[in-house]
């Protein structure tokens, strides 16, 4: 293949795919199926279910922070491998991860926590990574005085942009976020959706939410229920 038609492949390519992928917690004995799952490049999906139905498990099978039992999961072109400290370096140069509770290291200063992955890649951020971590804070609407003070300095609104800006510094192929509105007021939760989107799209991203809120899903191209694209059950783990 020439590199022109490589690229053209890439571009048009799908940012996560799942095949045929088994997982279950052994202590529990909750299993999920995945048959089938494509996520194209550019999308943004949505997707919906009750509490307990196994959402968070498929975000972390799909970024690697649980490892599948079986079957195969590709981010972005790339298998996902079967050691931890490899799936730990496909993350860290192809995901963006929002946390629910946005989980910012407290006691680290704003700009240091949007440079994060660059440290779990690499061990550090070069001046031009600072530069730009601090464009795209204060583009997201966090004042420049506040990229010095610790994180737990700032409002709930402030921290949202901040993990919005930890997600997408290194402008990753995918990003996800689990439940990020789940404690945010409808306004407040407007915002941040507003936000979100706008930084996604500028930066070239896919995204995938979870969430339990089906109102959320009318804003985005795709809304889907986790029962119709994985089996789970509850029973003994063979
Ligand atoms: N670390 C774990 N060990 C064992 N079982 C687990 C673990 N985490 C989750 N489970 C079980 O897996 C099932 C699915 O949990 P999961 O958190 O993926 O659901 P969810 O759809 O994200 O739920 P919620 O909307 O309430 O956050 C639950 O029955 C839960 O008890």
Do not use: W
């Amino acid at each position: 293949m020439s590199f022109a038609a490589a690229q053209a492949s890439a571009e048009e390519g799908e940012a996560l795919s799942m095949r045929d992928v088994a997982f279950a917690y052994p202590s529990t004995g909750f299993q999920i199926r995945i048959e089938s799952f494509r996520l194209h490049a550019g999308e943004n999906i949505f997707l919906r279910g009750p509490s307990g139905s196994g959402k968070t498990t498929f975000l972390s099978l799909a970024t690697g922070l649980l490892a599948a039992d079986g079957g195969e999961i590709v981010v972005a072109g790339k298998k996902t491998p079967k050691r931890a400290a490899a799936r730990d370096a496909l993350r860290a140069k192809f995901i963006g991860i929002i946390h629910q509770q946005f989980n910012l290291l407290s006691y680290l200063d704003t700009l240091s926590n949007v440079l994060l992955p660059f440290a779990f890649g690499r061990g550090f951020a070069d001046g031009d990574e600072r530069h730009k971590a601090s464009e795209l804070l204060t583009t997201l609407g966090v004042p420049q005085h506040l990229h010095k003070a610790p994180a737990r300095a700032l409002s709930v609104g402030q921290q949202q942009r901040v993990a919005i800006a930890r997600a997408l510094i290194g402008r990753p192929a995918l990003v996800v976020a689990d439940e990020p509105t789940s404690a945010l007021d409808v306004e407040t939760r407007d915002a941040f959706l507003d936000i979100l989107f706008d930084s996604v799209n500028a930066a070239g991203s896919t995204l995938l939410m979870v969430s339990h809120d089906p109102v959320i899903g009318q804003r985005f191209d795709h809304a889907i229920d986790l029962r119709d694209v994985a089996k789970t059950e509850i029973g003994t783990v063979s």
